[in-house]
């Protein structure tokens, strides 16, 4: 069973940075597109970045790119977000995904999420 655990989320200030990370077992991790997606309250869960199995393809939203920026490590089967530049706006749950087929970018697994807060 593939499960996915994120981790490095907490209360920062706007304009500071964080870096989530999504460990990845029980799978192959190096064929895997992964994904994060972010839910506010009251809002729908969004897609925020994506990254292809390679590395060499990734995907930002709008309201993202440029401040933040996925990457991945597959010795430590590991994804991550830098998120930097952190705005009020983006205070969510983010949620890392795994698409095992490594190319559909729809997802199978999905992490528990971890809580990001931006204060003013």
């Known amino acids: 069973q593939v499960q996915l655990v994120e981790s490095g989320g907490g209360l920062v200030q706007a304009g500071g940075s964080l870096t989530l990370s999504c460990v990845v077992s029980?799978?192959?991790?190096?064929?895997?597109?992964m994904g994060w997606f972010r839910q506010a309250p009251n809002k729908e869960r969004e897609f925020v970045a994506d990254?292809?199995?390679?590395?060499?393809?990734?995907h930002y939203a709008d309201s993202v790119k440029g401040r933040f920026t996925i990457s991945r490590d597959n010795a430590k089967n590991t994804v991550y977000l830098q998120m930097n530049s952190l705005r009020v706006d983006d205070t969510a749950v983010y949620y890392c995904?795994?698409?095992?087929?490594?190319?559909?970018?729809?997802?199978?697994?999905w992490g528990q999420g971890t809580q990001v807060t931006v204060s003013s």
């Open positions: 029980g799978g192959t991790f190096n064929t895997y597109a």
């Open positions: 990254m292809s199995w390679s590395g060499v393809a990734t």
């Open positions: 995904a795994a698409d095992i087929l490594g190319s559909t970018y729809e997802y199978d697994y």
